[in-house]
């Protein structure tokens, strides 16, 4: 199986005919599921999120085509696994942005991409360097959809008043994130 | 609206295992894999476009026709077709290497060259039923025939295995 599955992707990559490919990471938070196109890096799983739903959101949002390729995904795992070990603070990956909302949402992504290592931000924050300034609770709305968590560091973004805020994968992980980062 | 395509991942793992079950019955075991894989590479291109309720049947059409393709170039670089003895020579003398690999008895290989001498219909249409275990409406709809057209090839495969059964049997005793 894993064997046939393996040699398939390779051909289908040489082909062009791999769409997405996906990988499985383990990391201290848990498994993480991260998958690529050729633009780069589009989607991270975090744990509690079913494998089968992730890769359903990719076949539904990017492409069908959709295969295990680690491969792919060596240099994603490679700086992922640097973060959590404490070796690494900007991640040098490309993003593919197409899972997340054109507009204000992908705008608020993109500037919370901005935040430095260990460094935290409000949503009102967030909200204001996408351009609009109340906005701040469609900030969270668009940070809840993050398809790339870890990477575009959702995680930094907190409320007013020092409680971190909501996270996908649970609010103790982002407190773990932030601690790993010294932000706390 | 279609139903949406499952990721081809997911199709891959549910189809993997009938497929290589059904090309090791059209090819035999030592071929069964290179088809395999042109058969998954052909679905993988045509992914997009195939309709998410009818997948098994398309998925199975596609490994029919590989097989095909490939017992053709096989019968062009050997021997004229018409010419089935030395088919049957190398179905029996390469069996029981091949039945190795695959934890197969002799008995078994036998069984395969039998098999591997039907006509293509009938032999798609008993390998579905009895090595994919495939209900009949379902072995019909894989090979583009009615489950009363199936029915019929698999009647007509299993007479002429019966023949080359007893055949076998008078050979050995």
């Not at chain 1, 575009?152 to 973004?157: A, D, I, K, Q």
């Not at chain 2, 029981?96 to 008995?107: E, F, I, N, W, Y």
Request: charged share 25%.
């Amino acid at each position: 199986m894993t064997d046939f599955v393996e040699a398939l992707a390779t051909r289908a990559a040489d082909e062009g005919l791999l769409d997405v490919a996906y990988a499985t990471l383990d990391s201290p938070v848990g498994e993480l599921v991260v998958a690529a196109t050729d633009r780069g890096l589009v989607r991270i799983g975090l744990p509690g999120e079913p494998l089968d739903s992730v890769l359903s959101q990719l076949a539904d949002g990017v492409s069908p085509r959709v295969l295990s390729y680690p491969r792919r995904l060596d240099e994603a795992r490679r700086e992922l696994d640097q973060y959590f070990a404490g070796r690494r603070e900007h991640f040098e990956l490309a993003v593919d942005w197409r899972l997340s909302h054109p507009g204000f949402y992908r705008r608020v992504l993109r500037e919370t991409a901005k935040v430095p290592f260990g460094e935290m931000i409000t949503y009102g924050q967030a909200a204001k360097r996408a351009g609009s300034p109340r906005a701040f609770r469609a900030a969270g709305t668009a940070l809840g959809a993050n398809p790339v968590p870890i990477v575009v560091p959702c995680h930094r973004v907190v409320r007013t008043g020092g409680d971190i805020g909501n996270y996908g994968g649970g609010p103790e992980m982002k407190r773990f994130l932030l601690e790993l980062e010294n932000a706390l | 609206m279609d139903q949406c395509l499952p990721p081809f991942q997911v199709f891959l793992e549910d189809h993997l295992d009938p497929v290589r079950a059904f090309l090791r019955g059209m090819v035999g075991p030592t071929d069964a894999d290179d088809c395999l894989q042109e058969t998954f590479i052909a679905a993988l291109r045509a992914y997009p476009r195939a309709h998410a309720g009818n997948l098994r049947a398309w998925v199975f059409t596609i490994a029919r026709r590989k097989a095909i393709d490939h017992q053709r170039s096989r019968s062009r670089r050997a021997q004229p077709v018409a010419d089935v003895e030395p088919l049957v020579d190398r179905a029996n003398s390469a069996a029981p290497a091949d039945a190795a690999g695959v934890g197969m008895s002799p008995r078994h290989s036998e069984i395969w060259a039998a098999v591997a001498e039907l006509p293509p219909g009938q032999r798609a249409a008993v390998v579905l039923r009895f090595a994919v275990d495939l209900r009949y409406r379902d072995v019909g709809e894989a090979l583009g025939t009615s489950e009363e057209g199936a029915r019929r090839n698999v009647h007509e495969g299993l007479k002429k295995l019966r023949r080359s059964a007893a055949e076998l049997k008078e050979m050995t005793t």
